[in-house]
Structures are given as C-alpha cells and as structure tokens.
C-alpha cells in the first residue's frame, strides 16, 4: 500500500516530480530518520503510538513515511527530509466517504468489498482525495480517487 499512497502523494502534489514514479521502500530504525524529520513529527503528534519508520526513494529524491497512531486514528505522514510535511493519510470509516467516492468504487467494482479507507490531506487538512482497498473476484486492489470521485489510479495489492 505504501508505493501506491507515495503515488497518491505525487499525484497530489506539484511540488515532486511526477515523471517515471518509481519508489523503494524500506523499513528503518527511528536513528537512521533525519533530526528534522522526527522534530516535525515530534511536534506535530507528541502523543504518537506505535511508530514506525520508513524510507522511500522516488526519481532519485528520498522521502520518510511515518506510520502512527494518534488519539485512536491511524496515521501515516510523507516527509522530505528537511523535515517539510507534505501529506498525509487518516484511516477512515467507509461511512465516512463521500457520496461520488462512494458511487465510483461501487460503479468500478460493483462485486467488491471494501477493506480499508484513507483520506489523503495535505498540510493543514485539505482533502486531496481517498484511498480504497478492496477486495474483488479474489484480487486484492487499490483505487486512488480525487474528492469528485474520479479514479486517479489503481493498483493490484
């Protein structure tokens, strides 16, 4: 899922380069994260539970995945690694989706049944779109949908 949400992230954002996407992720300790990193995220979610790191690299550009809990929602934050917020996921109840989200899975995959749902924000909230796991004839999928319900991507989990 982590590769499809850094997609997500840079369909999103016009700030990283969206030429050839092509990202490895690796899991790494809290010591190998940049100071910047974890004094952005420190700050922003001192009440984090279960923490857990990620380096990825897109285009030859690193980025830092942190995967967390807070006040009971789970969370997974993109950094650059100056320490720069550029997005994040909140898992999401299905009821939760709107209507055109809703309508687009059911109308893609009318056979399928939702697993997980991520909203995907930017800094400061703005809603940039969703994220669905599905589960459809024995596959396992992954739709990004903008917030009008267009499917931006799908991938096979």
Do not use: C
């Not at 809703?102 to 809603?127: D, F, L, T």
Request: glycine share 8%.
């Amino acid at each position: 899922m982590t590769n499809q949400w850094l997609l997500a992230a840079l369909i999103g954002l016009g700030s990283v380069s969206s030429a050839s996407v092509s990202a490895e992720d690796k899991d790494i300790a809290k010591s190998e994260v940049p100071q910047n990193v974890l004094t952005a995220f420190q700050k922003a979610y001192p009440n984090a539970t279960n923490v857990k790191y990620e380096e990825t690299e897109t285009d030859g550009k690193r980025f830092y995945e942190i995967e967390f809990k807070d006040k009971g929602n789970e969370f997974e934050a993109l950094y650059q690694p100056d320490g720069t917020l550029l997005e994040i996921e909140e898992e999401i109840a299905m009821t939760a989706l709107p209507q055109p989200v809703m309508q687009s899975v059911k109308k893609a995959h009318p056979n399928g049944i939702i697993q997980e749902v991520e909203r995907i924000m930017k800094p400061g909230g703005y809603i940039v779109g969703y994220e669905v796991e599905i589960r459809d004839g024995g596959q396992e999928l992954e739709l990004t949908l903008g917030s009008d319900g267009r499917v931006l991507k799908a991938d096979q989990g």
